[in-house]
């Protein structure tokens, strides 16, 4: 293969979701242990009796606590428990008393045994029933409220991350302590089948699915679920099927990619593909990339550059919407062998008769070179540098000019017909390569 990156890689992600999750245990527990004192207290009431009772007195108080001033609320409330003629006073101090006023109407439960052991009641919203007014049942939903807020910022940064390492790298699938490998074109795989040929979506049961489709099983896709899969070329529904890779389908709105899958030594074009997949992949901006033809570079290498890749009558053309960085070029040369070629035409060469000149980048002895010149039989050709070979591409990206637009903003990608050919270039007296173009397929 052309490309010269490594298969595997590991990447350390500090993965957040498992934080979220973490606070919102926490969060369920406090809830579950709020829910288990009302009504425990709830219960407790029924040894009591109870009667109205007036506020009778409120007192605001303020005290220092941690170097802060704190204020606290007392409330005072009279009441006469049932047959007798006594008043009895019982206080209460919480965050629902400071909204008390004087002469407010407030149940008090007492023990029957005891009038003096009472407390003041107050209906809670959650239960429909009176709790004790003075322990702030309510101050731990707020502090739940916050913890369950926590825990969905730590989810959702979890997944962001996890979405971008999985689409810039390689991660580590749970629980296993190798690193995972990239699925690439013409690779084996077996597809476990969820929902086979003739079935609906199971949410979407408007959805027909006219292919197998499934997941890979120990894989991870950019979604954090498991790597899915169309299956082409089976024409009745089956649970598994082990099958080549022979596609990859991007989308351009969405992190998600899906593998196509067919039996060893199938063929399919690209249009073919997207037909048979357009139920899906029509509600996306979706292309399928496929094995480049009678060219060894992986078109995924070219994919994760950010390049888009057209087949054209004799080559490849490598697009991009903005310029191409200095770092992006230099990789995409890194992925060239003695056997390709990138080539296009640039328009900063004066000529009365024709202007403009062609740019050629090959590899020889293992580095990437370029040479310029007019078209025509050894128009003035000479080796340019690579720093000026990329000033060169990134001043002809910005080129906007409406009789051209075919040309502008991509790179030919050629096969060279004869790569043992470059060996027989001949250094010319001035000290630049002449190539024998003749050989070279354009």
């Known amino acids: 293969m052309g490309r010269k990156q490594s298969d595997t890689k590991n990447i350390t992600i500090i993965d957040n979701r498992k934080v979220g999750v973490f606070f919102f245990v926490i969060a369920a527990v406090i809830i579950v242990v709020n829910l288990f004192v ?35 609320t007392t409330v005072s409330v009279i009441y006469s428990p049932e047959g007798t003629d006594m008043n009895y006073f019982v206080s209460n101090s919480g965050f629902m008393m400071q909204f008390a006023k004087k002469g407010d109407v407030y149940r008090v439960y007492y023990k029957e045994s005891n009038p003096r052991d009472a407390y003041i009641a107050e209906k809670d919203w959650l239960t429909g029933r009176y709790v004790h007014a003075g322990r702030d049942y309510n101050d731990a939903l707020i502090i739940t409220a916050v913890l369950l807020l926590i825990a969905i910022l730590f989810f959702e940064d979890g997944v962001k991350t996890r979405r971008k390492a999985l689409k810039e790298g390689k991660p580590e699938i749970p629980g296993n302590t190798e690193p995972q490998k990239k699925i690439r074109i013409g690779d084996i795989v077996t597809v476990t089948v969820d929902r086979p040929l003739g079935s609906y979506h199971p949410e979407h049961r408007k959805m027909y699915y006219p292919v197998n489709y499934g997941y890979i099983e120990g894989t991870i896709a950019a979604d954090g679920e498991a790597q899915d899969a169309y299956i082409l070329g089976i024409n009745e529904p089956v649970k598994e099927f082990t099958g080549e890779v022979i596609g990859i389908v991007h989308r351009e709105d969405d992190v998600e990619t899906k593998l196509v899958v067919a039996p060893q030594g199938s063929s399919f074009t690209s249009e073919q593909i997207m037909s048979r997949i357009n139920f899906t992949e029509k509600y996306f901006k979706s292309y399928v990339v496929m094995k480049l033809k009678d060219i060894d570079v992986d078109p995924e290498d070219l994919v994760a550059l950010g390049f888009k890749i057209r087949e054209g009558h004799c080559c490849y053309f490598l697009s991009m919407d903005e310029t191409p960085s200095k770092e992006t070029l230099l990789k995409l040369f890194d992925l060239l062998t003695i056997e390709q070629e990138l080539t296009f035409w640039s328009f900063y060469r004066y000529s009365g008769s024709d202007p403009g000149e062609y740019v050629t980048v090959s590899v020889e002895n293992g580095k990437a070179v370029a040479i310029r010149g007019n078209h025509g039989w050894s128009s003035g050709y000479e080796s340019i540098s690579i720093d000026d070979l990329i000033e060169l591409i990134q001043r002809n990206w910005d080129k906007d000019w409406d009789s051209i637009k075919n040309f502008v903003n991509s790179i030919e990608l050629r096969r060279v017909p004869f790569p043992e050919s470059r060996r027989n270039w001949m250094e010319h007296p001035t000290g630049v390569f002449v190539p024998d173009y003749s050989l070279r397929a354009w």
């Open 38 to 72: 009302r009504f425990y207290d709830i219960h407790k009431s029924a040894d009591y009796k109870h009667v109205d009772g007036v506020v009778s007195s409120i007192d605001n108080q303020s005290h220092y606590y941690a170097r802060k001033r704190r204020y606290t």
